[in-house]
Protein backbone atom coordinates (compact mmCIF):
# COMPACT_ATOMS: atom_id res chain seq x y z
CA UNK A 1 0.00 0.00 0.00
CA UNK A 2 3.06 2.15 0.46
CA UNK A 3 4.46 1.43 -2.52
CA UNK A 4 1.39 2.64 -4.53
CA UNK A 5 0.98 6.04 -2.49
CA UNK A 6 4.35 6.48 -3.16
CA UNK A 7 3.60 6.38 -6.99
CA UNK A 8 0.52 8.28 -7.09
CA UNK A 9 2.51 11.16 -4.73
CA UNK A 10 5.10 10.51 -7.54
CA UNK A 11 2.90 10.81 -10.30
CA UNK A 12 1.20 14.27 -8.38
CA UNK A 13 4.25 15.72 -7.79
CA UNK A 14 5.37 15.38 -11.78
CA UNK A 15 2.17 16.59 -12.22
CA UNK A 16 2.37 19.35 -10.40
CA UNK A 17 6.04 20.41 -11.25
CA UNK A 18 5.02 19.85 -15.26
CA UNK A 19 2.30 22.80 -14.14
CA UNK A 20 4.40 24.82 -12.22
CA UNK A 21 6.74 24.94 -15.53
CA UNK A 22 4.21 25.38 -17.73
CA UNK A 23 3.34 28.58 -15.60
CA UNK A 24 6.27 30.01 -15.58
CA UNK A 25 6.99 29.63 -19.44
CA UNK A 26 3.81 31.56 -19.50
CA UNK A 27 5.08 34.03 -16.91
CA UNK A 28 8.40 34.87 -18.43
CA UNK A 29 6.32 34.93 -22.43
CA UNK A 30 4.35 38.16 -20.68
CA UNK A 31 7.11 39.60 -19.09
CA UNK A 32 9.14 39.38 -22.73
CA UNK A 33 6.35 40.75 -24.45
CA UNK A 34 5.40 43.27 -21.94
CA UNK A 35 9.96 44.08 -22.20
CA UNK A 36 9.47 44.13 -25.97
CA UNK A 37 6.24 46.68 -26.13
CA UNK A 38 8.19 49.08 -23.62
CA UNK A 39 11.36 49.22 -25.91
CA UNK A 40 9.11 50.44 -28.33
CA UNK A 41 7.16 52.29 -26.13
CA UNK A 42 10.46 54.35 -25.12
CA UNK A 43 11.27 54.32 -28.97
CA UNK A 44 8.01 56.32 -29.90
CA UNK A 45 7.95 58.55 -27.24
CA UNK A 46 11.58 59.88 -28.55
CA UNK A 47 10.38 60.13 -31.50
CA UNK A 48 7.39 61.57 -30.79
CA UNK A 49 9.32 64.01 -28.82
CA UNK A 50 11.73 65.14 -31.25
CA UNK A 51 8.21 65.64 -33.73
CA UNK A 52 7.39 67.84 -31.28
CA UNK A 53 10.37 69.86 -30.45
CA UNK A 54 10.58 70.77 -34.02
CA UNK A 55 6.82 71.51 -34.02
CA UNK A 56 7.81 74.27 -31.08
CA UNK A 57 10.29 75.84 -33.31
CA UNK A 58 7.98 75.56 -36.68
CA UNK A 59 4.93 77.47 -34.98
CA UNK A 60 7.23 79.60 -32.80
CA UNK A 61 6.84 78.20 -29.10
CA UNK A 62 4.95 75.98 -26.91
CA UNK A 63 1.74 77.66 -26.48
CA UNK A 64 1.46 78.09 -30.26
CA UNK A 65 2.51 74.10 -31.12
CA UNK A 66 -0.16 73.13 -27.85
CA UNK A 67 -2.50 74.50 -30.42
CA UNK A 68 -1.99 73.60 -33.40
CA UNK A 69 -0.80 70.04 -32.47
CA UNK A 70 -4.24 69.97 -30.06
CA UNK A 71 -2.15 68.95 -27.72
CA UNK A 72 -2.06 70.22 -23.92
CA UNK A 73 0.80 72.91 -23.01
CA UNK A 74 2.19 70.45 -20.23
CA UNK A 75 2.14 67.39 -22.83
CA UNK A 76 4.41 69.96 -25.26
CA UNK A 77 6.88 70.65 -22.31
CA UNK A 78 6.91 67.25 -21.08
CA UNK A 79 8.21 65.90 -25.05
CA UNK A 80 10.24 69.02 -25.23
CA UNK A 81 11.96 68.32 -22.26
CA UNK A 82 12.25 64.33 -23.12
CA UNK A 83 14.10 65.57 -26.90
CA UNK A 84 16.54 67.71 -24.63
CA UNK A 85 17.65 65.44 -22.43
CA UNK A 86 17.61 62.62 -24.83
CA UNK A 87 20.16 63.51 -27.74
CA UNK A 88 19.88 59.89 -29.27
CA UNK A 89 16.34 60.46 -29.71
CA UNK A 90 16.86 63.16 -32.65
CA UNK A 91 19.79 60.18 -33.96
CA UNK A 92 16.98 57.55 -34.24
CA UNK A 93 14.45 59.89 -35.65
CA UNK A 94 15.92 59.27 -38.29
CA UNK A 95 15.73 56.04 -38.61
Do not use: C, H, Y
Not at 4 to 23: F, G, I, P
Not at 31 to 36: F, Q, R, S, Y
Not at 85 to 90: K, S
Amino acid sequence: MILVVTVQNSDKTLSRKQRLQEKQRRQLAVVDTVDKAEVKVRKAEAELAVAVAEAVQVFGDERAASEGLDMPVEAVRRFVGIAAREPAAADGADD
